[in-house]
């Protein structure tokens, strides 16, 4: 499995980290996961080619988190190269179709494409993409937003989304060889629907998570003692994303 970050950032505009996405790759499947302001665009300044994309995994719809979405099914209907025929799996919290049915109806044929969209809404619950077990469970940080468990041949990837602290997101990681969290905040800033340092280390030592990828960073954590607050209870490997950057486990 190899996770590719495309977006390291959050809502704020910053000239290096894009807003929310990543890349993950298993056995050739390629699963987008996040599809933020910036994301469609660093596909393929990590070398990798957006048409192929098999599956969407979308957290919640933020636009944070959603905003580049329209922007590919419109690539993938007027890119002159693209032929695509395989269907394209959308994976999101509930209320994603309304949400793609209202896209749908503000930009009409200009999105309609020659291969299938199929939409597969998901709360808590699992279920077999091939060979990949595809878990999602609520996050609390909407009404219906959702956090990702993958799991492949014995290694598992988890990937937060926007988050606060709870029992969920510590049985997505509970032995994950890579964890992707969320690292919004310091300390006290929006507790409760995100996360910060501390909070991350407590998660990190309850689900015994090899290695975490820190990401959905705000400016406010530049110059933050992040991987002083993390160690406090967590002793594993630590890693800030870096848009471009690929992790393999
Ligand atoms: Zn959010
Ligand atoms: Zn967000």
């Excluded at 993390?230 to 471009?244: F, L, N």
């Amino acid at each position: 499995m190899k996770y590719t970050v495309l977006g390291s950032g959050s809502c704020v505009p910053d000239p290096q980290k894009n807003s929310s996405g990543g890349l993950l790759e298993i056995n050739g499947i390629l699963m987008l996961v996040d599809c933020g302001t910036g994301v469609l665009h660093a596909i393929p300044r990590s070398g990798y080619d957006y048409k192929n994309i098999d599956v969407v995994c979308l957290t919640h719809l933020h636009l944070d988190h959603v905003n580049d979405f329209g922007a590919l099914l419109f690539a993938l209907s007027h890119d002159p190269e693209c032929k695509r025929k395989k269907e394209l799996l959308i994976i999101a919290s509930k209320g994603f179709s309304q949400f793609y049915d209202n896209l749908k109806r503000l930009y009409g044929d200009t999105l309609e494409n020659s291969f299938d969209v199929v939409v597969r809404e998901m709360g808590n619950e699992d279920f077999d993409y091939g060979d990949i077990n595809i878990q999602t469970l609520q996050t609390f940080h909407t009404e219906n937003s959702i956090g990702f468990r993958f799991t492949y041949k014995e290694k598992v990837v988890c990937i937060s989304g926007d988050t606060g602290y709870n029992d969920n997101i510590i049985t997505l990681c509970k032995d994950a060889d890579l964890a992707v969290l969320e690292c919004s905040f310091p300390q006290k800033v929006h507790e409760g629907i995100h996360l910060n340092p501390l909070l991350i280390s407590k998660i990190l030592a309850k689900a015994d998570v090899k290695k975490v990828l820190l990401t959905h960073l705000y400016p406010h954590t530049e110059d933050y003692p992040i991987i002083e607050y993390i160690t406090r209870e967590y002793d594993g490997d630590i890693t800030i994303a870096q848009v471009g950057k690929s992790y393999t486990i």
